[in-house]
């Protein structure tokens, strides 16, 4: 059988990466696939670069819709990057019955639904192992390692620049800042860093794996996100003294009336798996109801641990070729016709436990209070660290650990708190997750 | 379409689970799969007993032959355990044109090479995700998720009741033979404990993932074993001093002229992951080419997870089922033709580092004396440590750890100093791996 010809759409890290490992490991992936995987054709616009690292080996264009389109390509891989663009290419290709592989996850959390519906009408497959958690099998394990499940929750680390940030800063004791410009110095940050120190990356990611775990369409608009641009050495510390590490999660829960689906910092008790995975390393949990908590960790960036989904992604659409469309593991795991429309919460109704930091005035009455207020919202408090004081100061740091409460209801006592005339500075909320 | 068929063999702790799931998940699983998936036939010796299990929902028979070549069974899973009669069943099952699902390792790593020659002869499927690592889709990521990659190493805690008892020897100072009793009146340990404790139980998963991994067949009996029931609670002691964890380590890594494939305790640098896996949680680290380092952990056994990976077999074949068997993942990852005959390397030429422990007479120049042996067999040293004797004690522990070396030449090393009449009793040898 002729070798699967492969079209390659942008040949920067990942795509470098990708056509390296295939050519390193053909005769491998050739004995486990049955087929060869050959790449025919790549773009990128600086040709002569391109020309550089592919030798004769693929022919090399600079229009990637030439790649898309092109009839002698049976697989385009798009690896530009982007949204709009990307949506026209992978369009395109998948027009003109190509099947496509993706590591794009902006492209699919936005237009996730628009892709998944022109590929089934075509009769072709859109494979996006490489769009999540990077080398790690995550997308494989919840379409078909866990079928068996109800999910009830995953929560991953999935953004490994924050990840190495806020390992840093507990390591080390910095601040958010110099550990950054650190991070930007050794090439774990981009220049431009905010989509992912302001946790877009991580939706993105995290909206692809709750339509995946839950059948529901994927829904970035709904995520709630929050980044760790404003997290303070204070809290990582304080957090640590109180038996927890913080980690940026990505988490989405199925709840009785609709989907939790948010991007935050999140205290993690320090003994569990996922708070020791470090640097610049993912790490996904995943709990089902029969399994009960499963963890999945790995590189969740970089050339070759990318080009390795995107590789099994290779691999799994040569094998069904030729095989009838109603064979394949379906886009987002469940049939389309059996999706759900179950709401996505907005985060009022989100259910966790919290953290709190208040700077008070140190003086009688203040503790009682605050939780008093907390009683009053019929807010149960698990843990309470009030630092000592030093000579002479005449405020400190209160930290309050609540157990699990309705997210409006502390908001409407984190209001009243706030107005106290002894809460002398904005109160710190940060939410907590057991992941039993 | 109408539901696939599944018949029964075993309705055990497993089988009962699987029963269970599948009907307490039949939406979730047909909404995933795209049809039902209905057991039809269950086979127990106490039929009554099984009755009681199933109700009316599935046909209840004694004989598990029955099961295995009913004419409207689809697909047999085989839940029974043992080695010659599963092996009679699974062939018979495979004889009549069934697919098999089954949990069973001891039948795979003994007699894996002849049911997957006749499955393949068939045409029909034996998939067995349960035999390794429970509910944890580990078959699925070496077969499909890696298949990138040149896989260079394995490494799994792949026996639960083994962790369980290290954890306990460790958090608790206690000696195996107390924590074996503990595990029994828990239930994590069996009445006749011997294939858990000494190995055997987590060879044949090692062997299993061995295959895998690279492309060989199943060999069982070049599997090096050994238990965790003389492993003492001062050596753990000493490990943790040093820095390291021990855990019973299943460990196969692909070498210039052949296979590592061995069980053994196993020091691991305290920091890993996989060295903070504990009580009867499972965890396997594959290191591949592209990928680098990646983590799978869950429970390794127990109802409802083992009757996930069952399930979850299901609904691959399910997909499947109608499918041209050249489409379908082959059984050892790699195609029959493609196997390769890379032997399994002999235990002399293993390369690992090690953990020496000696009592050894308290007066000078022992130490020059057992490190001058070291040196002359060209094995260098990465650590020492000498416990300090107490008052007027004449002996003392030597702990030696030394860089990677090859097995032979540790073992001729150790027998020139277990000839010391310094060294006053047998020289404790444990393996080391970084798992970097």
Same mark, same amino acid.
């Given at each position: 059988m002729r070798d699967l010809q492969v079209g390659l759409i942008g040949l920067g890290v990942v795509?470098? %990466?990708?056509?390296?490992?295939?050519?390193?490991?053909?005769?491998?992936?050739r004995r486990r696939a049955g087929r060869g995987i050959a790449v025919r054709m790549v773009s990128r616009r600086d040709v002569a670069k *391109?020309?550089?690292?592919?030798?004769?080996? *693929?022919e090399v264009v600079a229009d990637p819709m030439t790649v898309a389109t092109h009839p002698e390509i049976d697989i385009v891989v798009e690896l530009i990057g982007g949204v709009e663009r990307a949506r026209e290419l992978v369009l395109a290709a998948i027009g003109a019955g190509k099947h496509v592989v993706t590591a794009n996850k902006a492209l699919l959390a936005v237009h996730g639904t628009e892709i998944f519906e022109a590929a089934r009408a075509k009769g072709v497959v859109v494979a996006f192992e490489a769009?999540?958690? %990077? %080398? &790690?099998?995550? &997308?494989?394990?919840?379409?078909?390692?866990?079928? *068996?499940?109800r999910i009830e929750w995953l929560a991953g680390i999935i953004n490994g620049t924050t990840n190495f940030i806020l390992s840093e800063m507990r390591s080390k004791g910095l601040d958010f800042g110099s550990v950054l410009a650190e991070a930007q110095r050794l090439g774990y940050a981009e220049a431009d860093p905010t989509f992912d120190i302001e946790g877009v990356d991580a939706a993105h990611k995290a909206t692809i794996m709750s339509a995946i775990a839950f059948g529901v369409p994927v829904q970035f608009s709904r995520c709630h996100v929050e980044g760790i641009s404003s997290l303070q050495a204070a809290d990582i510390r304080y957090a640590e003294q109180l038996g927890y590490r913080i980690k940026l999660l990505g988490v989405t829960r199925r709840r009785q009336h609709g989907i939790e689906l948010r991007v935050h910092p999140t205290l993690i008790p320090a003994t569990r798996l996922i708070a020791n995975v470090e640097g610049a390393m993912n790490a996904v949990v995943v709990h089902g109801d029969a399994v009960g908590t499963t963890l999945y960790y790995g590189k969740g960036a970089g050339a070759e641990p990318t080009a390795s989904a995107v590789i099994a992604d290779l691999v799994d659409v040569t094998r069904l070729h030729t095989a009838d469309p109603d064979h394949r593991v379906p886009h987002l795991a469940f049939q389309p016709g059996a999706m759900a429309d179950t709401p996505i919460l907005p985060m009022s109704e989100v259910v966790t436990s919290f953290y709190l930091r208040l700077v008070v005035a140190d003086q009688a009455g203040v503790l009682a209070r605050i939780t008093g207020i907390l009683a009053e919202h019929d807010i149960s408090i698990d843990a309470v660290l009030q630092r000592e004081s030093g000579e002479g100061e005449r405020q400190t740091d209160? &930290? &309050?650990?609540?157990?699990?409460?309705?997210? %409006?209801?502390m908001d409407a006592a984190l209001a009243q708190m706030q107005a106290?005339?002894?809460?002398?500075a904005p109160i710190v909320k940060l939410r907590k997750e057991e992941l039993k």
């Open positions: 795509g470098t %990466g990708t056509f390296e490992v295939l050519r390193r490991n053909q005769d491998e992936i *391109a020309r550089e690292i592919v030798g004769d080996a *693929a769009a999540v958690a %990077g %080398g &790690i099998p995550i &997308i494989k394990a919840l379409r078909e390692g866990l079928t *068996a499940n209160l &930290i &309050i650990l609540t157990h699990d409460t309705v997210e %409006g209801r106290l005339p002894t809460v002398l």
